[in-house]
């Protein structure tokens, strides 16, 4: 097995494995992979989502799917913007019938969900992309799949253990 290691360019290069693998040789290969493979999975989401639908809106929509009644500035947290910007992004979407805005008395405490349109819309581009997604792994081996799927699980665990309630299935 081979480890990267940056070259003087700062770049990565293969050596072989010297010795234990740190916590911190596993952080800097994420940091180089995860990036890359979620701009994959965000192109082929977007390649099938809704038309003329932005990526924090789409970003906004999963968050909702996976938070339903979820509050304006959770959303807002979630996405890092303002909740001014929030607000106004929610409502062209509450006014497309994508979103349902649930008033409480207060309006304050506005939470929102997705439409059955919404849910719809999401449902079927998640599976394109996750049939996408199984396209590219059938280079892998029955022995690779299965590293690939012990070690998603490993991370999932890892994540949710430390506080982040990360679900990798649940991510898309």
Request: proline share 4%; with cysteine.
């Amino acid at each position: 097995m081979k480890q990267l290691a940056y070259d003087n360019n700062m770049l990565f290069k293969e050596e072989p494995l010297r010795g234990q693998i740190q916590p911190a040789d596993c952080s800097a290969r994420l940091l180089e992979v995860v990036p890359s493979i979620m701009r994959h999975i965000r192109k082929e989401l977007r390649s099938r989502a809704m038309q003329g639908l932005t990526v924090p809106q789409f970003r906004a929509l999963n968050y909702l799917r996976r938070h339903p009644d979820a509050s304006l500035s959770s959303v807002a947290e979630h996405l890092g913007l303002t909740p001014p910007t929030v607000s106004k992004m929610i409502q062209k979407l509450v006014e497309q019938g994508i979103i349902i805005r649930n008033s409480a008395s207060d309006r304050r405490q506005v939470r929102l969900s997705l439409s059955a349109a919404g849910i719809s819309a999401l449902t079927q581009a998640r599976e394109e992309t996750r049939k996408q997604l199984a396209e590219n792994l059938k280079t892998l081996s029955q022995e690779e799949l299965k590293h690939l799927l012990s070690t998603l699980e490993i991370l999932e665990h890892v994540f949710s253990k430390n506080g982040t309630n990360v679900n990798i299935s649940q991510t898309l």
